[in-house]
C-alpha cells in the first residue's frame, strides 16, 4: 500500500516536470520494461531501444496519465505495443532471432540433469527459438502471463483485447510451445534422470 | 517459489508433465546485465532533459502537419480580413435609388392621413394610413 502511495507520488511529481521523480520512476520500471521487450523482440539491442522509446514517452504524456488508474498496466500497454511495433519494423524478417544450432544443445539431451536443464540461459534461448513460432500478440499474451505474472484480466488491458481473446492467445500460444518442446527438446518433457527418484515438494 | 521451482528437479519435472511451457515462467528469474540498465537510465535522463517543453498539458511538441495547419489558418484569416476590407473601399457608390423608385401617387382628399415612404437597401417601402378604412 505505502508503495502505490509512493509510486502515485513520484508519478504526480514526474508529471509536473520533476526530473529527479522521473528518473526514479524509470529506476522503479526499468526492469520490467527491459524484461518484456526482450522476451517480446528476442533482442537485447532492440529490448533497450524500446525501453528508451518507452520511458521518453512516458516523460511527454505522463500529465495525461489518469492517477485513478493502474500504471503498471498502463506501462506494459506502451511497452508492449513499442515492442511488437519493432518486431514489424524489421520487415518481412520480423521474427525472434533463431539461436545458433548448439545453443540449446543442453536442454535437447535427456541424459543431463534437471539442474542443469533448466539452467536460465538455455531456458531463454528453447523460448526464443520456439517462440518465434508464435504470432506477435500470442507471444505478447504468453509472456505477460507467465513471465510477468499478470493476471488475464490486466493482460486484456494492457493489450486493448477482451479477456476471451488473451485466453485464446494462451491457448494457442501453450500449445505450440508445449508442441515444440516435445519435438525439439525432449529432455525438458521427457528427460529423467535415473538416479533421481524424489518427489514434487 | 519460481526460486523454489528452479532448484527442485522433482518440481520441474512435475511442472513440465502438466504443461512444460509453463516452465518459461522461470525466465522472470533471468537477471538483466546492470551495465545495460545503467546506461539505459543515463540516455533516458539525459535526453529527457531536453525532450520536453516544462508545462502542462500541451507539452506535446508540435508536428509539422499541426504546424502547418495552425499557418494555413492564420494565414486564411489574414487573407479573408484584408479581402473584406478592399472590398468595402473599393465598392462603388450606389446609385441614387430615386432614379429606380416606383411611382406611388396617394390621393390625400380619401381618408389619407399619413404617408411613409422610405427605402431601405433596394426595397422601396411605402406606408399609407387611411382612418376611413374598416378592416
Given at each position: 500500500m505505502r508503495d502505490d502511495e509512493d509510486l502515485t507520488d513520484l508519478i504526480r511529481a514526474a508529471a509536473g516536470g520533476d526530473r529527479r521523480a522521473f528518473e526514479d520512476l524509470v529506476l522503479r520500471k526499468r526492469d520490467r520494461v527491459v524484461r518484456?521487450?526482450?522476451?517480446?523482440?528476442?533482442?537485447?539491442?532492440?529490448?533497450?531501444?524500446?525501453?528508451?522509446?518507452?520511458?521518453?514517452?512516458?516523460?511527454?504524456?505522463?500529465?495525461?496519465?489518469?492517477?485513478?488508474?493502474r500504471f503498471?498496466?498502463?506501462?506494459?500497454?506502451?511497452?508492449?505495443?513499442?515492442?511488437?511495433?519493432?518486431?514489424?519494423?524489421?520487415?518481412?524478417?520480423?521474427?525472434?532471432?533463431?539461436?545458433?544450432?548448439?545453443?540449446?544443445?543442453?536442454?535437447?539431451?535427456?541424459?543431463?540433469?534437471?539442474?542443469?536443464?533448466?539452467?536460465l540461459r538455455q531456458l531463454q534461448g528453447a523460448f526464443f527459438?520456439?517462440?518465434?513460432?508464435?504470432?506477435?500478440?500470442?507471444?505478447?499474451?504468453?509472456?505477460?502471463?507467465?513471465?510477468?505474472?499478470?493476471?488475464?484480466?490486466?493482460?486484456?488491458?494492457?493489450?486493448?483485447?477482451?479477456?476471451?481473446?488473451?485466453?485464446?492467445?494462451?491457448?494457442?500460444?501453450?500449445?505450440?510451445?508445449?508442441?515444440?518442446?516435445?519435438k525439439d527438446y525432449p529432455g525438458l518433457t521427457g528427460g529423467r534422470r535415473a538416479d533421481d527418484d524424489g518427489e514434487p515438494s | 517459489m519460481l526460486e523454489h521451482l528452479r532448484a527442485c528437479p522433482p518440481c520441474q519435472r512435475a511442472v513440465a508433465g502438466q504443461d512444460p511451457s509453463m516452465l518459461f515462467g522461470l525466465l522472470a528469474l533471468a537477471p538483466l546485465s546492470p551495465a545495460l540498465l545503467d546506461d539505459l537510465s543515463r540516455t533516458i535522463a539525459r535526453r529527457a532533459g531536453s525532450d520536453r517543453p516544462p508545462?502542462?498539458?500541451?507539452?506535446?511538441?508540435?508536428?509539422?502537419?499541426?504546424?502547418?495547419?495552425?499557418?494555413?489558418?492564420?494565414?486564411?484569416?489574414?487573407?479573408?480580413?484584408?479581402?473584406?476590407?478592399?472590398?468595402?473601399?473599393?465598392?462603388?457608390?450606389?446609385?441614387?435609388?430615386?432614379?429606380?423608385?416606383?411611382?406611388?401617387?396617394?390621393?390625400?382628399?380619401?381618408?389619407?392621413s399619413q404617408v411613409i415612404d422610405l427605402t431601405v437597401g433596394e426595397t422601396q417601402i411605402v406606408m399609407v394610413y387611411n382612418g376611413d378604412l374598416k378592416l
Open positions: 518484456t521487450a526482450f522476451q517480446i523482440t528476442g533482442n537485447l539491442e532492440d529490448a533497450k531501444d524500446v525501453a528508451q522509446g518507452v520511458f521518453l514517452r512516458l516523460w511527454r504524456v505522463l500529465q495525461r496519465f489518469d492517477l485513478t488508474k503498471d498496466t498502463w506501462l506494459y500497454r506502451i511497452t508492449v505495443n513499442a515492442a511488437i511495433d519493432s518486431i514489424r519494423e524489421r520487415g518481412p524478417k520480423g521474427t525472434l532471432q533463431a539461436l545458433p544450432e548448439d545453443a540449446g544443445d543442453r536442454l535437447r539431451d535427456p541424459s543431463r540433469g534437471p539442474d542443469e536443464l533448466f539452467d527459438r520456439l517462440a518465434a513460432r508464435l504470432a506477435p500478440r500470442q507471444r505478447a499474451a504468453f509472456v505477460l502471463k507467465e513471465i510477468e505474472g499478470l493476471e488475464t484480466a490486466e493482460i486484456a488491458r494492457a493489450l486493448g483485447v477482451t479477456e476471451s481473446t488473451v485466453r485464446n492467445h494462451l491457448l494457442q500460444a501453450r500449445r505450440i510451445l508445449r508442441d515444440g518442446l516435445s | 508545462y502542462g498539458a500541451l507539452a506535446e511538441p508540435a508536428t509539422w502537419p499541426r504546424r502547418a495547419a495552425a499557418a494555413a489558418m492564420f494565414a486564411l484569416t489574414l487573407l479573408s480580413g484584408y479581402a473584406t476590407l478592399y472590398e468595402r473601399s473599393a465598392a462603388p457608390t450606389p446609385l441614387a435609388l430615386s432614379s429606380r423608385r416606383a411611382d406611388v401617387e396617394v390621393d390625400s382628399g380619401r381618408g389619407v
